[in-house]
């Protein structure tokens, strides 16, 4: 069981909009944490997609988006593509357990 | 290119220790915070330890902690994460990785092999 509660599965025709929601609580998303997201395909180690909730780094594409309201945070993909089937987690910190923790992944499908 | 880099993994019974180290190419791991994360076959990311640049922080998550250590040695630059008394269920691959401004995992390692089994 996961400290932040992630959608095991989404899925979406090429060109729609998906969303992974990521629900934590008071001692980490409620407590002001920032949230990460990284995006894993089967094999291979896991690549950072969105930082401090909303920044993309260098090289990924623009149709990513973080967004955060506590004590929850949201990926968006618009305009979804076949390269985007992939496993995706969100991240956060947590005071009470003084460490990080992690969502327990989204499976996305490109349908 | 800058690469975290992990090495020795491998198969110990349960009740043995291993090592595993972790190095920087192209870039200084002193420099950074570092974490470990691992991920049993099949399953998600599970945070183990972090050490801070300077090791006055170092934090541990709850099914290692008493088991696992983590340290730093700044003559080889790396960082080591000692597992000892493991269990089948610390079985996984083990990824370091460097820290980012605002606490992300901005590089990841391709990750350490370990298996518990008799």
């Known amino acids: 069981q996961s400290v932040l509660t992630q959608p095991p599965s989404v899925s979406g025709a090429p060109g729609q909009r998906v969303t992974i929601s990521c629900t934590g609580g008071?001692?980490?998303?409620?407590?002001?944490?920032?949230v990460h997201w990284y995006q894993q395909f089967p094999g291979r180690a896991p690549k950072l997609l969105i930082y401090?909730?909303?920044l993309r780094p260098a090289g990924v594409p623009a149709r990513f988006s973080g967004s955060t309201s506590a004590p929850s945070a949201t990926l968006a993909i618009t305009g979804l593509q076949a390269e985007d089937a992939a496993t995706y987690y969100c991240?956060?910190?947590?005071?009470?357990?003084?460490?990080?923790?992690f969502g327990g992944g989204t499976e996305v499908t490109v349908l | 290119e800058e690469e975290v880099v992990e090495s020795g993994g491998g198969t110990v019974q349960p009740g043995g220790s291993l090592r595993l180290s972790c190095s920087a190419s192209?870039?200084?791991?002193?420099?950074?915070?570092v974490t470990w994360v691992r991920q049993a076959p099949g399953k998600g990311l599970e945070w183990v330890a972090y050490?801070?640049?300077?090791?006055?922080?170092?934090f541990y998550a709850d099914s290692v902690r008493g088991r696992f250590t983590i340290s730093r040695d700044a003559d080889s630059d790396s960082v080591f994460l000692d597992l000892t008394n493991l269990r089948p269920e610390d079985s996984g691959f083990y990824f370091c990785?460097?820290?980012?401004?605002?606490?992300?995992?901005?590089?990841w390692g391709q990750g350490a092999l370990v298996t518990v089994s008799s």
């Open positions: 990785g460097r820290l980012g401004g605002g606490g992300p995992i901005e590089s």
């Open positions: 991240q956060s910190f947590d005071k009470g357990l003084m460490g990080w923790v």
């Open positions: 050490i801070s640049r300077g090791d006055n922080n170092i």
């Open positions: 008071t001692s980490n998303i409620g407590a002001g944490y920032d």
């Open positions: 192209e870039f200084i791991l002193r420099s950074y915070e």
């Open positions: 401090v909730n909303t």
